[in-house]
């Protein structure tokens, strides 16, 4: 994990970024009126970055353009960081120094972000690890108006957000519902709230209807994990639920998927999961003083003599019949009984993450998550304008009434898929059935993994859903 410190001066030596403008104070870094006359002429070309070597370090200066919205000028600077960092792997720097020459705040906070998601690698199964481990070890912001509070909150988010790369990306064999119990677990026990973990037998005594159809399947035992983080001084009376889809392996079951670019991805079918949990790490640390509860139901979805059909009927934890039209639409079944579940602690929020629905995917591509919310309206947009903050949107889709009509069953209460069209809002409005609190769902089938890097995004598990959730609940 990369370490990002603070000071309060600019080093004399040691490779640095300066973000920066024409009109910035270059004579305080050392720089000649040489240099300075150069970085000016190349800045008003419009040189997307400019390199000053002075012998045993290099002095890049990363034009800054004020005249953008803070959201896009923020993201423009992750970016430029993330193509930075491609240059520092290759020249193999282990320390870089990012100083603010722009006097804007966020923005230096913003450049190592953007360096240290770059910087994430999955190395756990490749052999020659020291070959292709990325060198950069250490970034350090120069900059008086950012705190040691402001850095620790961002190692903190860092940390959280490798931690869910690193559990979506783990291969399906050996992350079983039973091992990502017991990453949970681990994590509450480093960062500081309480987990609670029923498996096969609590599951079955529970009556979580959805989660044993789903189960059925397959030879491993289904978890069903609490998380809470309660301190003293939380401000909210009655606690905000997260929720989190944990399918280890999605096959399809009878309704099987095709193998190329489909099934073969689907280990990250439990990104949601993930999510929480790493947002459950990140909130702890900070020490966030608000009262959540997260519930990450967790199974995987095989292909059995055993394994549920299309055509079922199941009970879900609730009471409601549920026919099942489509054994691979099984991630809205075990959310259904979480979403249930979530009653008993009176919720003034529940916000569930996953990766539910193609066609969230076809809709939207990569760039966004599907959003949909029955809560007040400011809160769904406080959400929203937090997603803009950190470049993790989200695209509203409609949550009205009528999409839920196509769900109705002639031989049970509900069907688990609805008609040809609005596939995420169809099963958006099946989950909104197994609630009775203000509750916004978060389909992000799109962006939580990627077959190539998007910038900081890099390949595999992004994470995504982590720094947005963690900017809501900072904010709240």
Known sequence: MIQITVRKDV????????????????????????????????????????????????????PVDL????????????????????????QKVRIITVADAVEKPGLTIAFAEGLALSNYQFLK????????????AEIVIAESSVSQSDVD???????????????????????????????????GKDAGFKVQV?????????????????????VEEPTFSILEWNPANARNKHPIVLVGKGITYDTGGHSLKPTPNSMDYMKCDMAGGAVIAA?????????????????????????????????????????????????????????????????????????????????????????????????????????????EAVHERIAEFPFWDEYAECLKSDIADLKNVGGEYAGMITAGKFLEHFTAYPYIHLDIAGPAFLKATDSYRVKGGTGVGVRLLFEFLKNY
Do not use: W
């Open 153 to 187: 909150g961002l190692n903190y988010l860092l940390a959280a957000v490798y931690k869910a790369r690193d559990l979506v990306n783990e291969p399906a064999n050996f992350m079983t519902p039973v091992q990502l119990a017991d990453e949970i677990e681990t994590l």
């Open 67 to 90: 005249t953008n919205t803070d959201n896009k000028e923020k993201e423009n600077v992750r970016r430029n960081a993330a193509k930075l960092h491609q240059h520092l792997a290759q």
């Open 279 to 387: 947002v459950f790490y990140a909130i702890t640390k900070a020490n966030l003083p608000l009262h959540v509860i997260g519930l990450v139901p967790s199974t995987d979805n095989r292909l059995s003599a055993q394994a549920y059909s299309p055509g079922d009927i199941i009970t879900m934890f609730d009471g409601t019949s549920v026919e099942v039209l489509n054994t691979d639409a099984e991630g809205r079944l075990i959310l259904a009984d979480a979403l249930s579940y979530a009653k008993r602690y009176d919720p003034e929020l529940v916000i569930d993450a996953a990766t539910l629905t193609g066609a969230a995917h076809r809709a939207i591509g990569e760039q966004a998550m599907a959003g949909m919310s029955n809560a007040p309206r400011e809160v769904m947009e406080r959400l929203k304008d937090c997603g």
């Open 11 to 62: 080093p004399g030596s040691g490779h640095i970024v300066l973000l920066a403008t024409t009109s910035s104070d270059f004579g305080r870094y050392g720089l000649s009126d040489k240099e300075i006359s150069h970085i000016q002429t190349q800045i008003e070309a419009k040189i997307a970055l400019i390199t000053i070597s002075q012998g045993d370090r290099t002095i890049f200066i990363q």
């Open 198 to 218: 029923f498996r096969k037998t609590e599951i079955q005594d529970l009556k979580l209807g959805g989660i044993l159809a789903v189960n059925q399947g397959s």
């Open 125 to 136: 199964y490749i052999s020659n690890k020291a070959e292709k481990q990325h060198s950069l």
